[in-house]
């Protein structure tokens, strides 16, 4: 656990998160500011920066878990497309330094934004979380 870093402390439940699904080595929960309904984060539950300290065990599983929720947002939101994308190092965009994975909605003509500004309605991520989570095989 590393104590300065956010996703560490989502994992050990001391920050709250809208949890969608989680296995052994991952965790799918809402980002906070979503770039469309239905943005969804996969982190390792072991803390690793970015893919180059990731192991192949931890990559593999939020890979798996990454194809269970696109399926599910799939189910739930039927967008036109889906966004999948990891940013390592701050020249890539990363701004978490804890090793994830996004999944991001998209209808034709969105912007192909990975980040947002604003924040989501904590009820209405429940809500989504919920659904998500009810639609996963
Ligand atoms: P990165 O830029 O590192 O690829 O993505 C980090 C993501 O984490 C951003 O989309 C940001 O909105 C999200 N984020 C930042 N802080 C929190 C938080 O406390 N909780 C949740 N659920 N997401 C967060
Ligand atoms: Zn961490």
Do not use: W
Request: charged share 25%; glycine share 6%.
């Amino acid at each position: 656990m590393n104590e300065d870093c956010i996703f560490c402390r989502i994992r050990e439940g001391a920050l709250p998160a809208h949890k969608v699904y989680e296995d052994e080595s991952s965790l799918a929960f809402m980002d906070t500011s979503p770039v469309s309904e239905g943005h969804v984060l996969v982190i390792t539950k072991d803390h690793y920066e970015n893919i180059f300290e990731a192991t192949p065990e931890s990559l593999a599983a939020v890979s798996n878990t990454v194809a269970k929720i696109a399926k599910g947002i799939r189910v739930v939101f039927s967008p036109d497309g889906l966004t999948v994308a990891q940013l390592n190092g701050s020249a890539a965009g990363q701004t978490v330094f804890h090793y994830h994975t996004h999944l991001i909605p998209r209808r034709d003509g969105d912007p192909m934004d990975l980040h947002a500004r604003g924040q989501a309605e904590p009820d209405k991520l429940a809500e989504i979380a919920a659904k998500i989570s009810g639609a996963l095989d």
